[in-house]
Structures are given as C-alpha cells and as structure tokens.
C-alpha cells in the first residue's frame, strides 16, 4: 500500500549538516506517522526521530535533541529529518519508516512500523 524511499544522505565533515528525505514513492503519507532510525553494523537499531501523521507529535532521541529536526511537507509528500551540527557517532545508515496511525501516535519504538525504506548512509568524519 505504501512504499517510501530516503535520500540525502552523504559525506560531510563534523559540523557540518544534511537534509534527509523521506518520500512516498507509492501511497500518500498524510495518514502515516513516521520514524527516522538508524543502525550501525553490529548495534542496534536506534530510534532517531518520529512524527505523528499530523505532525502535531514530535520525538527525538536524547542524541538528536536540540541538533534535528523533523517536518512534514504533505505538498511533496514527504517527511525531512534536517540535521546540523553533525558528529562523527552520528554516521550510521539511516532508516525511514511509516504505520498507519491516528493524528496522535508518535512511536520510536520500530517494531511499531511496517513499511521501511531502503536506507542511505550518512557519514560524519574529518
């Protein structure tokens, strides 16, 4: 019913920013929250930040805080993770996912979600 896929992602020095890109492919996303989590070989995954369907609800991870932000942009169909200030523990591959939800459900938890993209890796170093 829905397919999205990221984009964005890149090379870049410490300090430095990036726009992820979380887009519907297939399906509208207006009734979809969505979390943005990331993964590096041989940890967990980790849940970065989320949005309610409404974009009313929003979550970040204590790493996250204060350097991302999530938005919607329901004309592009589309969620946007804009990082700043990057550091070399935020390379990682980075995930988008969606769940059908009410205006009110923002979940960090990924085992919440059913459809997920395809990743694009994001690499902070000098």
């Known amino acids: 019913q829905l397919e999205v896929v990221e984009s964005g992602g890149g090379l870049v020095q410490p300090g430095g920013s990036l726009r992820l890109s979380c887009a519907a492919s297939?399906?509208?996303?207006?009734?979809?929250?969505i979390g943005w989590f990331r993964q590096v070989a041989g940890k967990e995954r980790e849940g970065v930040s989320c949005?309610?369907?409404?974009?009313?609800?929003?979550k970040y991870s204590a790493a996250a805080k204060g350097r991302f932000t999530i938005a919607r942009d329901s004309a592009e169909n589309a969620v946007y993770l804009q990082m700043d200030n990057l550091k070399p523990d935020d390379t990682a591959t980075y995930y988008c996912?969606?769940?059908?939800?009410?205006?009110?459900?923002?979940?960090?938890?990924?085992?919440?979600?059913?459809?997920w993209g395809q990743g694009t890796h994001v690499t902070v170093s000098s």
């Open positions: 996912a969606a769940v059908q939800a009410d205006g009110t459900i923002a979940t960090m938890q990924s085992a919440a979600y059913e459809f």
């Open positions: 297939r399906g509208n996303l207006e009734y979809y929250a």
């Open positions: 949005i309610s369907s409404t974009g009313t609800v929003t």
